[in-house]
């Protein structure tokens, strides 16, 4: 209890390091979501219309991926990117872009699978109207993402709590390099391995309260159910 | 939705700007060089002096060797000389010095109910701890000081039972926690101890002996990216030599010196050198 009542005092006497690490953590998130985003849904998109048993294939592949186990995305991105690995030369192990690479390998196939269920559920009647008003390929895409727009912020939702209270990719990619690579999960493992539990408690405190709401608030500016 | 694309565009236009890296050496340090807090000490210490930021990754000895020999770090902060000496072996070492020592200690519960305290060696506490009834606490991850543990074992020629004897897997803090809930021995370097002593209920039952003392070495790898070279070279160089060493004698936990640098002109080149004056206590 004395733990908890200390992680309070220490968020609101506005430790600074608490929010340079609130930041990356956030920063790398939002970073990892936005690039998943980018490839994910017209991936999503391309697997829903994608034709016989290699389009099945395709789909049933992007829905085994999202169940991937952060630690081992962790660990075959650590052997790709160590200095001695194929990437090596690009020098990007224990960096913050190195955590962005891993998440985004992890919020992908959630975005393109659900992406994928969002367009397929759509009724037939809005391909057919946009078939008979002729759009090309690009606005076609359009269409359905609005179309299927709720559906799809529920998988951009659930990518960004996958990424965001993810701890092994993050500690395993980033390192836990003190101002560079420490996000709230991995400072929170660190601290009570140091044992100064009230700084991993307000930590916690802080992870639960943006990712509630985050939650809260997109679920009711766009995901509310109507009244 | 327009404006939660606009927030993820904002959020992509500034991983451009994360790349970039200003002077920094990374190293990997075994993880009481973290988890006791010195780390934090030497950071900006060093910075403030050459203007060079470390980056430090707090793993096991045994990991830090491997992160070494792939060159994802420039320098090594380790104390498992047999580890050490096998990096020699592979022709691998650059630079190697030993920088400071303390000693492991064996801790358990309050009550000693092995009466591990009364042995005569290290050796001895271990082989009565190994008949005894309480668990043995250990890492089980191949760093510095699982590797003594499993040496204190070997020259006492038993250990436990397999269910007595729990692997955490884990750094010294967690396996600490660890040992004082299930009230069991653990071997732990005295550092880490201090750090947690007010978190963990366990006493030092042993810490007596040649067999416990516990030796850090700094060692640069030929395998070191090339172009942190000059900046690892300065580096041991002050914590050998320098401003560094102070930092290291000055360092306490709870009022206590936990870590000592290497005694000045005392054979400090090899994995088996050994600190002229090993202080008694």
């Given at each position: 209890m004395s733990a908890f009542l200390d992680a309070l005092r220490l968020i609101l006497s506005g430790d600074p390091e608490v929010w340079q690490i609130t930041a990356v953590s956030l920063f790398v998130s939002l970073a990892a979501l936005t690039l998943a985003t980018i490839a994910g849904l017209p991936l999503g998109y391309a697997l829903a219309h994608a034709r016989g048993a290699a389009g099945r294939a395709a789909s049933a592949v992007i829905h085994t991926l999202t169940a991937l186990p952060t630690v081992v995305v962790g660990l075959l991105l650590y052997f790709v990117l160590s200095?001695?690995?194929?990437?090596?030369?690009?020098?990007?192990?224990?960096?913050r872009a190195a955590m962005i690479v891993g998440q985004t390998v992890l919020a992908l196939p959630i975005v393109a699978a659900l992406t994928l269920v969002a367009i397929q559920r759509l009724p037939a009647a809005a391909f057919e109207t946009a078939a008979t008003l002729g759009l090309g390929r690009g606005a076609r895409f359009a269409v359905m993402l609005r179309e299927g727009r709720t559906a799809i912020i529920s998988a951009l939702l659930l990518a960004f709590a996958r990424v965001f209270t993810e701890l092994g990719a993050a500690v395993m990619?980033?390192?836990?390099?003190?101002?560079?690579?420490?996000t709230l999960t991995t400072v929170i493992a660190l601290e009570h391995t140091k044992g100064d539990d009230a700084r991993a408690m307000a930590l916690g405190l802080i992870l639960v309260v943006i990712a509630l709401a985050v939650n809260t608030g997109v679920h009711s500016r766009w995901l509310r159910r109507p009244s | 939705m327009k404006r939660l694309f606009c927030a993820m565009a904002a959020a992509l236009a500034a991983v451009a700007g994360c790349t970039a890296r200003p002077a920094t050496l990374r190293i990997a340090t075994t993880t009481s060089v973290e988890s006791s807090g010195l780390l934090e000490t030497l950071v900006p210490a060093f910075q403030k002096e050459h203007g060079v930021t470390l980056q430090a990754i707090a793993v096991g000895s045994g990991q830090a060797f491997q992160l070494g020999r792939r060159g994802d770090v420039a320098l090594l902060l380790t104390h498992e000389p047999a580890g050490e000496r096998a990096l020699f072996n592979e022709g691998l070492v650059r630079y190697y010095r030993k920088l400071m020592f303390n000693r492991f200690v064996i801790a358990g519960p309050v009550g000693d109910p092995a009466g591990?305290?009364?042995?005569?060696s290290a050796s001895d506490a271990m082989a009565r701890i190994a008949r005894g009834s309480a668990p043995f606490v250990s890492r089980?991850?191949?760093?510095g000081t699982h590797v003594r543990e499993r040496q204190l074992w070997k020259s006492a020629g038993i250990q436990p039972q397999p269910a007595r004897l729990i692997e955490t897997g884990q750094g010294m803090a967690p396996t600490l926690r660890v040992a004082a809930e299930r009230q069991g021995y653990v071997l732990t370097d005295e550092a880490t101890l201090a750090r947690l002593a007010n978190a963990v209920n366990l006493r030092v039952i042993y810490q007596d002996g040649p067999d416990l003392l516990n030796t850090y070495a700094i060692v640069i790898l030929t395998t070191a990216p090339a172009d942190s070279r000059g900046a690892a070279e300065t580096f041991a160089r002050w914590m050998t030599e320098g401003a560094g060493r102070d930092v290291i004698d000055r360092f306490r936990i709870g009022g206590r010196q936990v870590f000592f640098g290497w005694p000045?002109?005392?054979?400090?080149?090899?994995?088996e050198s050994m600190p002229a004056a090993v202080r008694g206590r």
């Open positions: 200095a001695s690995g194929p990437l090596g030369w690009m020098d990007l192990l224990y960096t990619l980033g390192g836990n390099i003190r101002g560079e690579t420490r | 591990a305290a009364g042995a005569a089980g991850d191949e760093s000045a002109g005392g054979d400090n080149a090899s994995p």
